[in-house]
């Protein structure tokens, strides 16, 4: 056990005095897991500061790192030190590309069609040449003609664009100089329940009145009056499985009614 230990340690030493050039060209060899580990372990610092490069941009440090960890041993695969390279130019852009297709496909806090992230892209960019170039803010109409595209596409694209980095729901904003801070939850509509409660009601009496009185009353006093179904018969003068069957064909009728509401 301690000999392998030592063989071990005695290849790590060897691995560590190679230079990296060398250790790709033993790399390509071999595909030597080893290898691998040390030539990551030497370019890790390409990693760390491409990673700093998009902190606070809508996904934790973290994850980016991991992504352009990945990166960096796509480009450690794929890289030929016998075309005269250097590994660093080469690795670079492989590891931005993994992290801006990290961005692309996760950093959307909702959904929204490729196309409005690639023009929504496009927008910020241009953004910036138009103000050189105008030197005043670009208003939308010219952002669409430098785009060669509709002033709708832009709004729909800028709208979309909202949805990159979600909102802390504690955001906080002044209240026009008084004392207290209004949150960004305060500002959000909510839903009025007596909405929904107003067209329940008008459902329910608008199918209510298609009913025949026989049906009005099983209705009223099973489902209102929370009767029994053997007490509702008794005063109906019919047969439990009678009051069963209306009650199925009540429902049925508030059924087919309701599809006419969602259709």
């Given at each position: 056990?301690?000999?392998?230990?030592?063989?071990?340690?005695?290849?790590?030493?060897?691995?560590?005095?190679?230079?990296?050039?060398?250790?790709?060209?033993?790399?390509?060899?071999?595909?030597?897991?080893?290898?691998?580990?040390?030539?990551?372990?030497?370019?890790?610092?390409?990693?760390?500061?491409?990673?700093?490069?998009?902190?606070?941009?809508?996904?934790?440090?973290e994850?980016?790192?991991?992504?352009?960890s990945?990166?960096l041993?796509?480009?450690?695969?794929?890289f030929?030190?016998?075309?005269?390279?250097?590994?660093?130019?080469?690795?670079?852009?492989?590891?931005?590309?993994?992290?801006?297709?990290?961005?692309?496909?996760?950093?959307?806090?909702?959904?929204?069609?490729?196309?409005?992230?690639?023009?929504?892209?496009?927008?910020?960019?241009?953004?910036?040449?138009?103000?050189?170039?105008?030197?005043?803010?670009?208003?939308?109409?010219?952002?669409?003609?430098?785009?060669?595209?509709?002033?709708?596409?832009?709004?729909?694209?800028?709208?979309?664009?909202?949805?990159?980095?979600?909102?802390?729901?504690?955001?906080?904003?002044?209240?026009?100089?008084?004392?207290?801070?209004?949150?960004?939850?305060?500002?959000?509509?909510?839903?009025?329940?007596?909405?929904?409660?107003?067209?329940?009601?008008?459902?329910?009496?608008?199918?209510?009145?298609?009913?025949n009185?026989?049906?009005?009353?099983?209705?009223?006093?099973?489902?209102?009056?929370?009767?029994?179904?053997?007490?509702?018969?008794?005063?109906?003068?019919?047969?439990?499985?009678?009051?069963?069957?209306?009650?199925?064909?009540?429902i049925?009728?508030?059924?087919?009614?309701?599809?006419?509401?969602?259709?």
């Amino acid at each position: 056990m301690k000999k392998n230990s030592k063989s071990h340690n005695d290849s790590s030493q060897e691995l560590t005095e190679m230079t990296s050039k060398e250790l790709f060209i033993k790399y390509q060899d071999g595909k030597d897991i080893h290898i691998r580990n040390e030539l990551v372990r030497r370019y890790l610092y390409i990693v760390e500061i491409l990673s700093k490069k998009y902190i606070n941009k809508g996904i934790e440090y973290e994850d980016i790192y991991q992504v352009a960890s990945l990166g960096l041993i796509y480009a450690i695969e794929r890289f030929d030190p016998s075309k005269g390279f250097e590994f660093s130019s080469f690795a670079t852009p492989t590891i931005i590309g993994e992290i801006k297709k990290h961005f692309r496909d996760k950093g959307w806090s909702i959904r929204v069609p490729r196309r409005i992230q690639e023009l929504s892209k496009k927008i910020n960019t241009c953004k910036n040449e138009l103000h050189q170039k105008l030197q005043r803010t670009p208003t939308i109409s010219d952002i669409a003609e430098y785009l060669n595209c509709s002033e709708e596409q832009i709004m729909e694209a800028m709208e979309g664009s909202q949805v990159y980095t979600p909102k802390s729901l504690d955001l906080t904003y002044d209240n026009d100089g008084e004392d207290k801070e209004m949150k960004f939850m305060d500002l959000i509509g909510e839903v009025d329940k007596n909405f929904d409660n107003i067209e329940n009601k008008d459902f329910l009496d608008k199918v209510i009145n298609k009913l025949n009185e026989v049906e009005k009353k099983v209705l009223r006093d099973r489902f209102f009056n929370n009767r029994t179904q053997m007490h509702v018969a008794e005063e109906l003068q019919v047969s439990q499985m009678t009051v069963s069957r209306m009650e199925k064909k009540i429902i049925e009728k508030f059924q087919k009614e309701y599809k006419k509401t969602t259709v």
